[in-house]
């Protein structure tokens, strides 16, 4: 006999509040929302017809993704592309990411080879940008390059150092969006090829050293 009881379906304030974090989570990953932008509970309550509640729950939960910050007295606000946590988490990628990297490229066997020219040949076939997804990059391209520098991981087989990177990933994601947006004329194809080679040749040392340099020029598109 099923235990109905032990997994209660989600009210409907908690759905709720869960469409409304989803549509302010993807507004502020497309630029809807500008870095330092003050977001206030109250307009986007009225702009969304629901309650002041339903959208502070959802707020928190921005902020605790690193998509907002909660300001003493002063309500939220998007973090402005120069905050210094957008260094430190560059910082912690650079130190760690590189020796999984290297991990990767000594135990990976030939079906993650498979995999990560299958990742690679989508990232750079994938078009970059979308009509109507305004000057970001587009949902789509943005997935396959998250998939892309995963799988050039996985080949560590550690599945703790996986979810270290999974969640770095989310918490640098807007951070990167708005590098990209800062520095047009960056070669990210190149990177990325260059990355997806020297994987594949199992030159741990010139693929590190690629990882690195890549992440790199992220944050500096930040600090320019």
Not at 82 to 105: G, K, N, Y
Request: glycine share 8%; net charge negative.
């Amino acid at each position: 006999m099923t235990d109905t009881a032990s997994t209660p379906a989600p009210t409907g304030k908690r759905m709720l509040s869960e469409q409304v974090h989803a549509q302010l989570r993807d507004a502020i990953m497309r630029g809807d929302h500008s870095p330092g932008d003050a977001l206030k509970p109250q307009d986007l309550a009225k702009e969304r017809g629901v309650s002041l509640a339903v959208v502070r729950e959802a707020l928190v939960r921005l902020v605790g993704e690193g998509l907002a910050d909660r300001l003493p007295n002063r309500g939220f606000a998007v973090p402005d592309f120069s905050d210094r946590r957008w260094q430190e988490i560059a910082e912690a990628r650079r130190t760690i990411e590189p020796v999984v990297l290297r991990l990767s490229v000594e135990r990976g066997d030939v079906d993650w080879e498979a995999r990560v020219r299958a990742a690679h040949h989508r990232v750079a076939r994938t078009p970059a940008y979308e009509p109507g997804e305004g000057e970001h990059y587009s949902q789509a391209w943005a997935e396959a390059h998250r998939v892309f520098h995963r799988t050039l991981l996985e080949g560590c087989g550690n599945p703790v150092l996986l979810e270290t990177f999974d969640r770095m990933w989310t918490a640098s994601e807007l951070a990167r969006r708005w590098s990209a947006r800062r520095t047009p004329g960056r070669d990210g194809t190149d990177e990325h090829r260059r990355l997806e080679e020297a994987a594949l040749a199992r030159d741990a040392d010139a693929a590190a050293e690629l990882l690195v340099r890549h992440l790199t020029l992220t944050a500096e598109g930040l600090t320019g």
